[in-house]
């Protein structure tokens, strides 16, 4: 068994030299505008909407995979509301299957002297990996454009103002997303992912032959035993970084069950990867009876 290990492994070293065919999957990201703050542009408004659609296109133009939160929620969530909580823009993400969640606010600034009053913008939010709830980093963008306003000005005077700029500030946002989150998917090797793997019906004994295998798998980091998980005598889950993609990780597990002899199904959902083994079932036979 050690030798067929040694030799998978030499094969698995020699893939990995020749390319980048384990990159992650490309993540699945959604913009979401989080306008609970009562200073906030609401997202009904048509200035919320300019800049969402220059980020939008900023991060398709470098190659990002973007959903549309409207397309992928019409039959599963109610349509239209305004000012939604953090909490919910994260169950909404969820929910789709996203991957990461750019979670952004817009607010509109004012800028006095003596003789002018000038509109502008900044937009505030962070990213989110959606499953391991990883924040992967802040971010804030002020607008360098300003629009003149009349005085006297009302609040929607200030946001029509904000809409002659809001073009020019969702490409700048758009543009240092796609940066930072650059730094994630291209970094060499591809991206890491923490990965949840639960095994059912695996002794402890499965267990340490299997996780021969969990090393030796395209991409690996490195794993753990998660600790808030209910770890018994045959369940048993870790938390698995590794940039293999979900369809090669599925693959391999299915490959080591059959070096393994056993017989089992697998499952994926997001990040998560379940092992089910079937268990053998025991054949239990009458004793031959004697003719009394």
């Known amino acids: 068994m050690k030798r067929v290990l040694q030799a998978w492994a030499m094969v698995l070293c020699i893939v990995c030299m020749a390319g980048s065919l384990m ?11 989080e306008d609970d703050d009562r200073d906030a542009i609401p997202r009904n408004s048509r200035v919320h909407d300019r800049v969402l659609n220059a980020m939008v296109n ?7 995979d973007v959903k549309d939160e409207t397309a992928m929620t019409l039959d599963t969530h109610i349509q239209g509301r305004k ?13 789709a299957g996203m991957d990461v969640a ?10 006095k002297s003596y003789s ?5 913008a900044r937009v505030t939010g962070r ?18 454009q300003y629009q003149p306003l009349q005085r006297p000005y009302s609040r929607n005077d200030i946001i029509e103002g904000v809409g002659k700029i809001a073009k020019l500030l ?7 997303l796609a940066q930072r989150l650059a730094g994630y998917v291209d970094q060499e090797g591809g991206q890491l992912i923490e990965w949840t793997l639960i095994f059912d019906g695996f002794t402890a004994d499965d267990m340490m032959e299997m996780e021969d295998y969990l090393v030796i798998f395209s991409g690996y980091d490195s794993h753990r035993p998660k600790k808030n998980a209910l770890n018994t ?8 970084k590794s940039s293999i993609d979900s369809a090669k990780l599925k693959r391999n597990f299915t490959k080591a069950l059959k070096k393994m002899n056993m017989r089992g199904r697998v499952y994926t959902s997001g990040n998560e990867v379940k092992v089910v083994k079937s268990a053998k079932v025991r054949q239990r036979r009458v004793k031959k009876q004697s003719e009394w």
């Open 23 to 33: 990159a992650a999957d490309l993540p699945r990201v959604m913009f979401l505008g």
């Open 58 to 64: 900023e991060m398709l133009n470098q190659g990002f």
């Open 83 to 95: 000012r939604r909580s953090d909490a919910e823009l994260i169950s909404i993400a969820k929910d």
């Open 102 to 111: 750019v979670i952004f606010t817009i607010y509109p600034d004012l800028k």
């Open 116 to 120: 002018t009053v000038k509109a502008s």
């Open 127 to 144: 990213m989110l990996d959606v499953y391991s709830g990883s924040r992967m980093g802040n971010f804030e963008v002020e607008s360098q």
């Open 170 to 176: 969702g490409r700048d946002v758009g543009a240092e």
């Open 233 to 240: 005598s045959t369940h048993h889950e870790y938390l698995y």
